[in-house]
């Protein structure tokens, strides 16, 4: 499969703890974003990469939050001090910007976060 | 600030009824404007595109959609809907020149088609 891939699928965490996912975007492209989606919501952005840069970080919910592209392959997203209102499905979408206003997104699965 | 609606959030059809499904988003700038499509279990995907040049676009499985910008619309449309269009649908924009970079969904459309 040569799409995006996050894992874990499902993460079942009791509060108070850290966790962190993984998405490995396709593998050309440049750009990774990552979303959170809640029941009967729409996509919520977060933040994103263009490389190894973190172009856009205000839309993080907390300083809980925090997303890592080191090497601007795979992307990490860590949740510290894990609270219920965290419990969401986290996507995360790449795409390869070649021109500025012709960008196209692909979806993960997503990591689906119980915190109990 | 940019944002995206989308008015109908349950919509219930019989097979063979036509669908169209409304979305507008509120910005005077250059917007490109998509719809995705969430079947139960799966992921996003990419229904159509909307970029520039002919405001009427198609996409996969019959569906497309009809930019009008002196209307701020983006409306999903299909003549005749099918079971296996029962999905959640959901309208989406890249607004450029303001919040930059990023992709705005509206909250979702869940479509449920009665065989």
């Known amino acids: 499969d040569t799409g995006v891939s996050q894992n874990p699928r499902h993460k079942i965490t009791k509060r108070g703890q850290n966790v962190t996912f993984r998405c490995d975007p396709i593998?050309?492209?440049?750009?990774l974003y990552w979303y959170r989606q809640t029941l009967g919501q729409g996509p919520e952005f977060l933040t994103y990469?263009?490389?190894?840069?973190?172009?856009?970080k205000s839309r993080l919910l907390s300083d809980r939050f925090s997303a890592e592209r080191p090497k601007g392959s795979f992307s990490t997203l860590e949740i510290q001090r894990t609270e219920q209102g965290d419990s969401a499905m986290y996507l995360c979408?790449?795409?390869?910007?070649?021109?500025?206003?012709?960008?196209?997104?692909?979806f993960g699965s997503g990591t689906q976060l119980s915190v109990l | 600030a940019q944002s995206v609606s989308q008015h109908n959030h349950h919509v219930i059809l019989s097979e063979a009824a036509s669908l169209e499904l409304g979305c507008n988003y509120s910005?005077?700038?250059?917007?490109?404007l998509f719809w995705y499509v969430q079947y139960p279990g799966q992921h996003l995907q990419l229904l159509l595109k909307?970029?520039?040049?002919?405001?009427l676009v198609k996409g996969i499985k019959g569906f497309e959609a009809e930019f009008i910008k002196s209307k701020f619309s983006f409306n999903l449309r299909k003549p005749s809907v099918q079971w296996s269009d029962t999905a959640e649908y959901f309208c989406?924009?890249?607004?450029?020149?303001?919040?930059?970079?990023?992709?705005?969904f509206g909250k979702g459309t869940k479509l449920s088609v009665k065989p």
């Open positions: 979408a790449s795409s390869l910007l070649w021109e500025t206003t012709n960008e196209k997104l692909f």
């Open positions: 593998s050309e492209h440049n750009r």
């Open positions: 990469f263009q490389n190894e840069a973190q172009l856009e």
């Open positions: 910005y005077g700038g250059t917007v490109n």
């Open positions: 909307y970029f520039s040049g002919d405001p």
């Open positions: 989406a924009a890249f607004f450029y020149g303001g919040s930059q970079g990023n992709l705005i």
